[in-house]
C-alpha cells in the first residue's frame, strides 16, 4: 500500500492568466483536463482521444447567482492514493482503490471561492463540488447546477435509457436509441461510442442534495438537472457543503459491469461491526398477491394470515431459506391505500396475523419473518412511528425491513412544520435525506433495510453496510400484470444500467412462466433455466426465490440450483457481454471453494464459447450445468431445460448453447484433491 502523497500550489489572486490543469489515471490512460478562460470547464480523453469536449462546470445559488464565469484556479493540490478496503459483505470481498486527485480551489474578483475536487481511476472518474464557509453564504438556496458532459461524436452515440421525473420513477423498460434521441434520462446513462468505448454517467454518495438527472440541451450536450422541492429550489443548504460526485465510468461493456468506482467514491463504514446484516435468501408472500390470488388488504383472500406465514415458514425450513417475506400485515391497506397512506399503522396487525407466535414459530425453525413498511409515499405518517415500529420488529427478533414508496412521481407526501400538506418527487432532497434516516435509524435496532420505490444506489452501501438492497427499476412483478410485460432483453439490459449503480432485489425465480397460458400477453418472457442464471446475473447481497411454493416442487430437480447458491462473493466477474443482448458471469462464494456462472441472452438465441479460466489453477470442480433443452424456445417451450454434470478445469472451454430469451446457470463444485 502507498501512502497518499501531497503537492500544493498556490497560484496567487484570481486575475491571473487562463490556465489547464490535467490528472490522469494510474495507467496513464484516462485524463481529465480542466480549464478556467471565460468559465469553468473540463474535457475527458482516452489515449488521446476525446471522449468529451469542453464541458461547462458551475454551480447557481439564490444568494450569490453563478459560481462559474468570472472564477479563475488559484490554488492546485494533488494526491495519489493506492489501497484496498474490505466489504462487509458485497460482489467481491476486498475492493481495490488507486486513483489519482486533483483538487483545484476557484475563486472570483471578490473572493467567494469553491474547490473542484477529481478523483481519476484507470476505470473512469468522479469530480465534485466542495463549497467552503465564506461570506454571504451561511445558507445556501441552489436554484441550478451547470454541470455539462458534452459527449465527443454525439451523431454516431448509442443509449441505452430511461426518462427522468415521468411518474413511474425509475420503472421504465430500458429504450435503445441515438444519444440525440434521449431528451431526459436518469442515471446511471449508459452509453457507446464509436470505436466501441463505453460510458456510464451516474454519481456517487448522495447526501443531503438533490438526485441527478441528465437534460439534453444542444445535440449531445447532457446538462445536469436537479430533481427539485415543491417549491422549485434544488437544494437547501449551508456552507461548508459538498456535492455527490459526478461519475463516468469508461470502458468495454463488461469494465463498466466489473468497476467498483462508485463505491471508492463512497466514505467507509460509520456502523462499526456489522455483522448482523446477514446476507441470504429468502421466499415470501407476495407472487401470489400479485396473481390476484391473494391481497394484500384484509378479507377472505387475505395472504398475510397466520396460517399461510406458518406454512411458508415450514417451506423456507425444508429447503434451507433464511426468512420469509409477508407484505400485507398491518393495518391500513384496505381501501385505496396508496391515496390513504396515512392510515398505515406500522405496529398494530390484522386480527388474523398472530406476529408473536409467528415469530417464535419462524425461531424455533431457524427461520426469519422479514418485516414490511409500505408507506403509500406518506413519509410524515411513517417517520412519526418508526422509531416505534423499528423498536417492535427488534423485539420480536426482526431483522430485515423491506420498506414501500408506492406512489406517483412527485407525489411524495409531506407535512411541514406548520402541518401543511407539501408533495415532493421520490429522488428531490427531501426523500433523498429520509431514505437515509430510515437506514440509519433501522441501524440502531440492528435492522437492515430493502428499499422499494427507492431513491437511486449511489454507493451509500458501503457506508451503510445494513442497506442490503434495493428495488429502482422494472421488477418481476410486472411478468404478473405489466402492461407489457418486461421484455426478453430486460434483464441482459439491467447489468450494464441500473445494476452499475448497486444491487437490486429483482426477485427472480419464476417457474410458473405461464400462469394462465403461454399466449397470454401477462407473463414471464424467459426461459426457465433463464430464471436460475438470473441469481447471478443480477446482483443482490439477498435473493427471492419469488415464485409459489407449489410451482418449485414440481421442479425440485432445478430447484436445486436457487438452494445452492449463494448471495455474497468472494469474487465477481463479467467474461463477456453486449447491452441488451447477453452476458455471461462468474462469481466466486465468499469463503469458500465453489464458483458459479450465469448467462443469459435477449430473444436471440446463441452460442456463447465460454473459457474456464478464471477457475483457480490446480484444482478440478464437478460443473453442474442447468441449461436450456434443445427444443427450448421462451415462447413456445419454455420449460424444456437439461441438468448435465462434467468434470473441468481452468484449461477448459464450455459451448454454452442458449435459446430465445434463454439462460445457463452453472454451479462448479470444487473437487477434493
Do not use: C
Amino acid at each position: 500500500m502507498r501512502a497518499m502523497l501531497p503537492l500544493l500550489l498556490m497560484l496567487g489572486p484570481a486575475s491571473v492568466l487562463a490556465q489547464s490543469l490535467a490528472v490522469s489515471s494510474p495507467d496513464g490512460k484516462l485524463t481529465f483536463t480542466l480549464s478556467d478562460d471565460d468559465t469553468p470547464h473540463y474535457q475527458v480523453s482516452r489515449e488521446g482521444r476525446a471522449l468529451l469536449g469542453d464541458s461547462a462546470l458551475g454551480l447557481s445559488m439564490l444568494e450569490i447567482g453563478d459560481m462559474g464565469p468570472g472564477y479563475r484556479i488559484v490554488k492546485v493540490a494533488r494526491h495519489h492514493s493506492d489501497s484496498q478496503w474490505e466489504q462487509p459483505w458485497g460482489e467481491r470481498h476486498y475492493v481495490q482503490d488507486n486513483h489519482n486527485e486533483l483538487a483545484a480551489t476557484f475563486a472570483n474578483d471578490a473572493g467567494q471561492r469553491f474547490v473542484l475536487r477529481v478523483r481519476v481511476f484507470d476505470d473512469g472518474l468522479g469530480f465534485r463540488y466542495e463549497v467552503p464557509a465564506q461570506p454571504h453564504l451561511s445558507t445556501v438556496n441552489i436554484t441550478d447546477e451547470r454541470t455539462e458532459f458534452r459527449i465527443a461524436g454525439s451523431d454516431k452515440v448509442t443509449a441505452w435509457s430511461i426518462p427522468a421525473r415521468q411518474w413511474d420513477r425509475y420503472e421504465y423498460p430500458y429504450r435503445t436509441s441515438a444519444l440525440e434521441a434521449v431528451q431526459s434520462a436518469q442515471t446511471p446513462l449508459t452509453m457507446k461510442l464509436p470505436g466501441g468505448v463505453h460510458l456510464s454517467i451516474h454519481e456517487a454518495a448522495l447526501v443531503n442534495y438533490a438526485a441527478m438527472t441528465l437534460n439534453q440541451r444542444r445535440p449531445g450536450v447532457l446538462k445536469a438537472d436537479l430533481t427539485p422541492w415543491g417549491d422549485g429550489i434544488k437544494v437547501k443548504t449551508a456552507a461548508p457543503f459538498m456535492s455527490p460526485w459526478r461519475t463516468i465510468e469508461v470502458g468495454s461493456a463488461t469494465d463498466l459491469v466489473n468497476s467498483s468506482l462508485i463505491l471508492n467514491l463512497n466514505e467507509p463504514n460509520k456502523l462499526g461491526d456489522v455483522s448482523w446484516v446477514k446476507p441470504g435468501k429468502y421466499i415470501g408472500i407476495w407472487w401470489a398477491m400479485h396473481l390476484g390470488r391473494m391481497t394484500w388488504g384484509s378479507g377472505p383472500h387475505h395472504g398475510a394470515t397466520t396460517v399461510n406465514a406458518e406454512r411458508y415458514m415450514d417451506f423456507a425450513a425444508r429447503y434451507g431459506f433464511d426468512g420469509v417475506l409477508v407484505e400485507g400485515w398491518n393495518q391500513g391497506w384496505d381501501g385505496d391505500w396508496v391515496k390513504n397512506g396515512d392510515k398505515f399503522s406500522f405496529t398494530q396487525p390484522y386480527p388474523d396475523f398472530d406476529i408473536k407466535a409467528i415469530t417464535a414459530y419462524g425461531a424455533g425453525k431457524g427461520v426469519k419473518l422479514i418485516g414490511h413498511h409500505e408507506t403509500g409515499g406518506h413519509v410524515s405518517n411513517y417517520e412519526a412511528q418508526l422509531d416505534d415500529a423499528m423498536a417492535l420488529y427488534q423485539r420480536l427478533g426482526v431483522s430485515q425491513v423491506k420498506t414501500g414508496y408506492v406512489a406517483d412521481g412527485g407525489e411524495i407526501d409531506r407535512r411541514d412544520a406548520k402541518g401543511i400538506r407539501r408533495h415532493e418527487w421520490h429522488d428531490g432532497q427531501f426523500m433523498v435525506n429520509h431514505y437515509q434516516k430510515v437506514v440509519t435509524e433501522a441501524a440502531k435496532y440492528h435492522i437492515a433495510i430493502n428499499s422499494h420505490e427507492p431513491i437511486k444506489d449511489t454507493g451509500l452501501r458501503r457506508t451503510y453496510p445494513n442497506w442490503i438492497s434495493r428495488e429502482g427499476a422494472r421488477g418481476q412483478e410486472y411478468n404478473a400484470w405489466g402492461t407489457p410485460p418486461n421484455s426478453p432483453e430486460h434483464t441482459v439490459m439491467l447489468p450494464f444500467t441500473r445494476l452499475l449503480a448497486g444491487p437490486m432485489d429483482f426477485t427472480p425465480g419464476i417457474f410458473d412462466l405461464a400462469p394462465t397460458d403461454l399466449k397470454d400477453g401477462n407473463r414471464v418472457q424467459t426461459t426457465l433455466a433463464k430464471q436460475l442464471a438470473l441469481y447471478v446475473t443480477i446482483y443482490s447481497p439477498i435473493q427471492m426465490a419469488a415464485d409459489l411454493p407449489e410451482n418449485y416442487q414440481k421442479h425440485l430437480d432445478a430447484f436445486q440450483f436457487i438452494r445452492d447458491v449463494p448471495t455474497d462473493w468472494e469474487e465477481s466477474k463479467a467474461l463477456a457481454g453486449a447491452v441488451g443482448d447477453y452476458l455471461v458471469m462468474a462469481r466466486k462464494a465468499r469463503g469458500g471453494k465453489d464458483w458459479y456462472l450465469g448467462a443469459i441472452t435477449d430473444e436471440q438465441a446463441r452460442v456463447l464459447p465460454v473459457k474456464l479460466d478464471f477457475l483457480d489453477s490446480g484444482t478440478r470442480y464437478e460443473a453442474q450445468i442447468y441449461r436450456d433443452g434443445a427444443k427450448a424456445d421462451w415462447q413456445s417451450n419454455p420449460y424444456d431445460y437439461v441438468i448435465e454434470k462434467k468434470t473441468v478445469s481452468r484449461s477448459d472451454t464450455l459451448a454454452l448453447k442458449l435459446a430465445t430469451s434463454g439462460g445457463a446457470a452453472i454451479r462448479f463444485k470444487a473437487l477434493e484433491q
